[in-house]
Nanobody, 118 residues
């Protein structure tokens, strides 16, 4: 079973950048589509971005399109989320997730906190 660990969160000023990383254990990482999600205080979890197992077909929520970029390095078992032009509304706990063949994201990390202040 793959286990996911996120890192790279922190405190950043409006307009700043952060790069989140999600490192997976296990040998099957490269076969899984991966995604990033976030949950802001008092809100439901929402989709942010996803990427296919080969690293193609990135897909983004409208709210982050043009500011965030998802990528992966299968040799390092890691998926990234580059976040630029951050806004206070991007403040949330960010989670990475893997889709292990069930057609839904069913493996989750514990999350990393991102706080954007103005």
């Amino acid at each position: 079973q793959v286990q996911l660990v996120e890192s790279g969160g922190g405190l950043v000023q409006t307009g700043g950048s952060l790069r989140l990383s999600c490192t997976a254990s296990g040998r099957t990482f490269s076969s899984y589509p991966m995604g990033w999600f976030r949950r802001a205080p008092g809100k439901e979890r929402e989709f942010v971005a996803s990427i296919s197992s080969s690293g193609g077909k990135p897909y983004y929520a409208e709210s982050v399109k043009g500011r965030f970029a998802i990528s992966r390095d299968n040799a390092k078992n890691t998926v990234y989320l580059q976040m630029n032009s951050l806004r206070p509304e991007d403040t949330a706990t960010y989670y990475c997730a893997a889709e292990s063949g069930t057609f839904e994201f069913d493996i989750w990390g514990l999350g990393t906190q991102v706080t954007v202040f103005s």
